[in-house]
C-alpha cells in the first residue's frame, strides 16, 4: 500500500507529523473495507472512533466549562450542537476526508445519509488517531481549530436551540410532562442503521421521526411533536 497520501494529508492539511502514519491510514479505514481486504488489513476504525469521541467530548466540555458560568442544560445544548454528527461530517468534507476513505465498493456507492455518518465516525477516529499519536494537547489543538471555531456563529444562530429542548419546554408549560423517547424500530446493517424513534408525553405519542442516529431520530420526533402542539394551538 502507497503510504504516501497519508504522510502528505497528515503534514500539509493536518499540519501535523505522525510518529506512526498507521494509525492514521486505521483510522480512515470502514470495516466494510476489512471485510474484502482480510489477507492484508487487519484492523478498522472503530476503536480509534470510540477513543476520539470521549477525547473529543472532553476539549469540547472543558472549552465550554473554562469560558462560560452558564447553567449545565446550556453547555449541553452548546455541546450537543458542536458535537453532532453533521456538525463533523461537515468538518471531514472541508479537510477532504473523502478522498482517503478506505471503503469497500458496496460502501463506495452507499447513500448520501450512510456517507455523512461514515465521515462523522471517521472525524472521531482521526482524533483519537492524533491522541494517540501526538498526545491531548495536539488533539486539542485540532478540535479547536475544526470544531470549537464553530461556536460563535452556532451561538449567533441560536443553532443549539434543538427541537428536543424546544419541546421539553412546551410540554412541561401545556401538559406539566417531559417528554421520552422510544425505539420503536431499527433497521439495516451495524454500518447503516436507521432509527425509527416515537416521542411520548405522558401515555401520548405526539411525534415520530427517523434517522441514522438513535440522537438524530429523536430530534426528527420533537420537531414533529412541536408541529403537532402548534397545530393544537391553531384549532
Excluded: C
Excluded at 71 to 85: A, F
Excluded at 86 to 111: I, P
Excluded at 157 to 185: F, H, M, N, R
Amino acid at each position: 500500500m502507497d503510504k504516501t497520501k497519508y504522510l502528505e494529508f497528515s503534514e500539509n492539511v493536518l499540519n501535523i507529523t505522525f510518529k506512526n502514519i498507521d494509525l492514521l491510514i486505521t483510522a480512515f479505514t470502514h470495516r466494510s473495507y476489512l471485510n474484502e481486504h482480510k489477507k492484508t488489513v487487519k484492523e478498522h476504525n472503530e476503536r480509534l472512533e470510540f477513543l476520539g469521541d470521549a477525547v473529543l467530548e472532553l476539549s469540547v466540555t472543558e472549552y465550554l466549562y473554562t469560558n462560560f458560568s452558564e447553567p449545565e442544560g446550556v453547555l449541553t445544548s452548546w455541546r450537543s450542537s458542536l458535537v453532532r454528527t453533521e456538525s463533523l461530517a461537515e468538518s471531514a468534507y472541508k479537510l477532504q476526508f473523502e478522498d482517503l476513505l478506505r471503503l469497500s465498493k458496496g460502501e463506495e456507492n452507499g447513500t448520501k445519509r450512510a456517507r455523512v455518518q461514515i465521515l462523522a465516525n471517521t472525524f472521531e477516529a482521526i482524533i483519537g488517531a492524533i491522541y494517540l499519536d501526538q498526545g491531548y494537547e495536539i488533539a486539542d489543538k485540532f478540535i479547536s481549530a475544526q470544531i470549537i471555531s464553530k461556536f460563535d456563529k452556532i451561538r449567533e444562530l441560536g443553532i443549539y436551540l434543538d427541537y428536543k429542548s424546544k419541546l421539553q419546554e412546551i410540554a412541561q408549560k401545556i401538559e406539566s410532562l417531559t417528554p421520552s423517547y422510544k425505539v420503536i424500530a431499527e433497521e439495516g446493517p451495524d454500518h447503516d442503521k436507521n432509527f425509527k424513534v416515537g416521542v411520548f408525553v405522558g401515555e401520548n405519542l405526539r411525534g415520530v421521526g427517523e434517522g441514522p442516529s438513535k440522537q438524530s431520530a429523536q430530534q426528527n420526533a420533537a420537531e414533529t411533536a412541536l408541529k403537532f402542539y402548534k397545530n393544537q394551538e391553531s384549532d
